[in-house]
C-alpha cells in the first residue's frame, strides 16, 4: 500500500521550531520525490519545499527560505522538515506528498498524499 504519514504537528510561539515527520512508503521514497504543503483556513494549498528521490537537491517558497529545511532518510523511509523562526502566518495543516516531476511545487503534479498535521503559530 502506497502511503504517507505525517506527524509532529503542534502549537507552538511565535519564534518557536517544530520538526514536521512524513514516514513514507519504501516504494515512494525510492521513486519519487517527495514534497511538503500547506494549507491554512479559506485559503489554496500551498507548495512548500520538495526534495529529489535521489540527490536530496532541493526546492523552497520563497516564504519559507532561510527559515524551513527539508531533508530526507531512505533507510528509515522517513521526509522531515524543519521549521524554524515560525510565524503566525505559517498556522495550516501541513501535507507530504508525492511526485515524479522534480521542482514542482504545484499540488496538481502530485499523486500520493498524506492526512495532514496541524501547525498552530500563536502566543
Known amino acids: 500500500q502506497l502511503q504517507l504519514v505525517e506527524s509532529g504537528g503542534g502549537l507552538v510561539q511565535p519564534g518557536g521550531s517544530l520538526r514536521l515527520s512524513c514516514a513514507a512508503s519504501?516504494?515512494?521514497?525510492?521513486?519519487?520525490?517527495i514534497a511538503w504543503f500547506r494549507q491554512a483556513p479559506g485559503k489554496e494549498r500551498e507548495g512548500v519545499s520538495c526534495?529529489?528521490?535521489?540527490?536530496?537537491?532541493?526546492n523552497y517558497a520563497d516564504s519559507v527560505k532561510g527559515r524551513f529545511t527539508i531533508s530526507r532518510d531512505n533507510a528509515k523511509s522517513m521526509v522531515y522538515l524543519q521549521m524554524n523562526t515560525l510565524k503566525p502566518e505559517d498556522t495550516a495543516v501541513y501535507f507530504c506528498?508525492?511526485?515524479?516531476?522534480?521542482?514542482?511545487?504545484?499540488?496538481?503534479?502530485?499523486?500520493?498524499w498524506g492526512q495532514g498535521t496541524r501547525v498552530t503559530v500563536s502566543s
Open positions: 526534495i529529489t528521490v535521489e540527490t536530496s537537491k532541493t
Open positions: 519504501r516504494f515512494l521514497v525510492d521513486n519519487y520525490h
Open positions: 506528498a508525492a511526485s515524479r516531476i522534480w521542482s514542482t511545487l504545484q499540488a496538481n503534479d502530485y499523486s500520493y
